[in-house]
């Protein structure tokens, strides 16, 4: 699918989320994209901005886009001052699948705080799913919990779907780290 891009209308429509007070229209994308990225950056810290914003700005489509927001948003992400910003519970989480043999395995180790090993990415099948690791690879090792969970993973193969656990287990991992520290 070919990505379009977001008009300055939309930006202005996901920054106005962003911020606390009304935005003024912006007369171009280029714009938009511009005051959306300081709110966002405002909003959730430089570091975490230029990964969020990436992902926000390339989505197919605008409702995707909002999604990814909504996700960034919620996941408990730390605002500059230092404070947690709560986040929103929906509806309850589904009670995890039984799991088995080696998995059951990896998830004990990772419940005691210690990080699972990567998927091995090396066989071309994972060629074009190698970055995407390397970026759930470098949250999991900064103990950044609120990236990992906003990382956005369409788990439709076996790839994804391998990522998709792997960063799910780290979630519990540094969780559990947090945890034994308090």
């Given at each position: 699918m070919k990505t379009k891009a977001l008009t300055a209308a939309q930006i202005d429509t996901l920054a106005q989320r962003v911020s606390d007070t009304p935005i003024e229209p912006a007369t171009s994308a280029k714009k938009a994209g511009d005051g959306f990225a300081r709110l966002l950056a405002a909003r959730?810290?430089?570091?975490r901005a230029a990964l969020?914003?990436?992902?926000i700005m390339t989505a197919d489509t605008f409702d995707q886009a909002e999604a990814r927001l909504t996700l960034v948003l919620?996941?408990?992400?730390?605002?500059?001052?230092?404070?947690?910003?709560?986040?929103?519970?929906?509806?309850?989480?589904a009670a995890p699948s039984p799991v088995v043999g080696k998995r059951q395995a990896v998830l004990d180790q990772a419940q005691t705080g210690a990080l699972p090993p990567a998927p091995d990415f090396s066989?071309?099948?994972?060629a074009r799913?190698?970055?995407?690791?390397a970026q759930i690879v470098?949250?999991?090792?900064?103990?950044?919990?609120?990236?990992?969970q906003a990382f956005e993973?369409?788990?439709v193969s076996s790839s994804p779907k391998a990522m998709a656990r792997y960063r799910d287990l780290c979630v519990i991992a540094i969780t559990a780290r947090m945890g034994a520290a308090a």
């Open positions: 959730i810290g430089t570091d969020a914003f990436t992902s919620d996941y408990g992400n730390p605002d500059p001052s230092g404070e947690t910003i709560p986040t929103q519970v929906d509806e309850p989480k066989k071309p099948t994972h799913f190698r970055a995407k690791l470098a949250l999991a090792e900064a103990g950044d919990i609120a990236g990992l993973i369409n788990p």
